[in-house]
């Protein structure tokens, strides 16, 4: 499990001053890209050099308590699921002052070459990245 920890900013909020809800979805992506730091290069050599992506097929979400401006939310990024050429990333999104699961967010990639924007297998140091941090059996 790889952890990142942001502030709520004030544009992510709406008249109800709650995180609007498409918000969590670009907490996810932020949190995806922190995924990848571990790599030589990151996230963005990854797509801007090496030319493999991992689009979205496949998105969902629970929402259990609200964020505010102000709250600090903490990203627990996690692998559900591991395929060939597809992985389940599991966003844990909690309220850091108190520990609150907030939202929960799974979000099925599929490894691309964007070249070709064909699904493709795995590059060796990105499947042993997911393998690290699959979750644990039941």
Request: proline residues 6%; negative net charge; contains cysteine.
């Amino acid at each position: 499990m790889i952890t990142l920890a942001r502030p709520v900013r004030f544009e992510e909020v709406d008249p109800a001053q709650i995180v609007f809800f498409a918000r969590f979805f670009s907490f996810a992506h932020e949190a995806m890209e922190n995924f990848f730091g571990e790599l030589d290069g990151g996230y963005p050599r990854l797509i801007g050099e090496r030319r493999v992506g991992m689009p979205a097929v496949h998105v969902e979400s629970t929402f259990h308590a609200p964020l505010r401006y102000g709250d600090t939310v903490r990203i627990e990024t996690s692998v559900a699921r591991l395929g060939r050429r597809s992985a389940t990333l599991r966003y844990r999104m909690f309220r850091q002052q108190d520990g609150v699961l907030s939202a929960e967010v799974r979000h099925t990639v599929v490894c691309s070459n964007m070249n070709l924007i064909a699904s493709c297998d795995m590059p060796d140091d990105v499947r042993t990245l997911f393998e690290t941090h699959i979750e644990p059996g039941p």
